[in-house]
């Protein structure tokens, strides 16, 4: 079996390294467990996607969030229900516990190339040395920030994945700049924990998903929209349920559809609060950012070309990520030069390898290759059993993964 290091520990991670484990495939994982959820998305937030969509994977579905709630006495549906945050990452770190016991709490500092495959060191001093690599890294390498926004000092911006607790700005002028699940999600807590809160999207009009509960749909809209894991619809069913077939379109359609599908909107537990009780500035574009005595003016421009001006104590910046592979500084600048890309992101084969042998993308990174379904936690099984297959698959004896020093130790 392939000697394989999984960089990572969130849902794509964790559930990579059940089916590994499930396989006898040798691996070692690192990272933070679920970091992103637990450190960088606002404490009180509800998930937009429903149970039965939020399962951490393993091979025989043992440890589903169902089951996790049912354990702990945790209210639970399949749909209609939202799962809370807390609950979520709550799951992740039992999953962990149960199916992942081998997961280092450690950082993966750098990635080289070596003879038989790759060189890793961790911030422990450790290296050592790995045929296969899986790059599960999440989200928070790639937040974006847009230029006219960028040169605020840290102090007065920052990008929502930069904050877990909403108590800090209570009592606070904050501006929110987005319309999308984020900024909705941010605008509603903001407000419910007393900040004085605006948001400011470039979309004329905010867009949330319906409640869904199956039992309420009669059959004939169960088939005319039948529910997936990315929503209700015959496409959303596609990009859910056939990512190997998405995998085989046109480079320019993928390219496209990954764009314009499932664009900005928030979860429908969020719609009273954000329409009704939270100030916006619809249609409208930040042109400008400065500092003025202590506070921060914005401009902002309408779509019909007038102009305003709008002064806080502080912006979150909920726009969003993008995937740029340089800012994957722990890998070395050669494998980052040799990857081959698709809009930006590694261009991967059918089993999630990029053009570097070896080296493996999944989640966000995967996207362009996959469809959207890689952007949320329910293509973690996909990905896990595609990743799992191909290394089962290329038959390479069994052995533990060896320290650099003790490998040539072994060699004299």
Known sequence: MQNTAI???????????AHFRGRGIPFR??????????????????LKSDGFASNI?????????????????????????????????????????????ELEDKQVISIERAAGGYLLQLDTGERFSARSVVLAVG???????PENLAQLPAEFLSHSSRHHDVEQFRGREVVVIGGGSSALDWAALLHDAGANVQL??????????????????????????PQTGLGPGWRSSFYANAPAAFHRLPDNLRLEI??????????????????????????????RAQLKDRRVTLNVRAQDGTEGEIRADH??????????????????????????????TPALSSTCESSVPG??????????????????????????????????????????????????????
């Not at 960089?7 to 390294?17: E, H, K, R, T």
């Not at 749909?79 to 992942?100: H, N, S, W």
């Not at 989200?139 to 920030?145: L, N, R």
């Not at 999207?201 to 929209?225: D, M, P, V, Y």
Request: proline share 5%.
């Open 57 to 101: 994977s393993d091979p025989n579905e043992e440890f589903t969030l169902g089951k996790f709630c049912s354990e702990q006495g945790i209210e639970y549906s399949d749909t209609g229900i939202p799962v809370k945050l807390d609950t979520f990452t709550r799951y992740g770190l039992a999953f962990r516990e149960r199916m992942v016991p």
């Open 200 to 225: 400011i999207a470039r979309q004329a009009a905010l867009k949330f998903h319906g409640k869904l509960t199956g039992n309420e749909r009669s059959l004939w809209e169960r088939i005319q929209r």
């Open 258 to 287: 990954v764009k314009r599908t499932l664009g900005p909107s928030g979860g429908w537990f969020v719609k009273d609060t954000v329409m009704n009780h939270v100030p916006k500035l619809l249609g409208h574009t930040v042109q």
């Open 29 to 46: 994982i690192f990272g933070r467990p679920m970091d992103s959820w637990r450190a960088h998305m606002p404490k009180g937030m509800l």
């Open 7 to 17: 960089v990572g520990a969130g849902p794509y991670g964790l559930s990579i390294a």
């Open 315 to 344: 912006v979150i910046a909920a726009t969003g990520y993008q995937v740029n592979l340089e800012r994957l500084t722990f890998l070395s600048s050669d494998i980052r030069s040799k990857l081959t890309t698709l809009g930006g």
């Open 139 to 145: 989200i928070t390498h790639f937040d974006y920030v």
């Open 359 to 412: 080296l493996y993308f999944v989640g966000i990174a995967a996207a362009n290759s996959f469809g959207p379904v890689m952007r949320f936690a329910f293509g973690a099984d996909f990905a896990a059993r595609t990743v799992a297959k191909a290394l089962a698959r290329s038959g390479v004896r069994k052995a533990e993964l060896v320290p650099v020093e003790a490998a040539a130790s072994a060699s004299n």
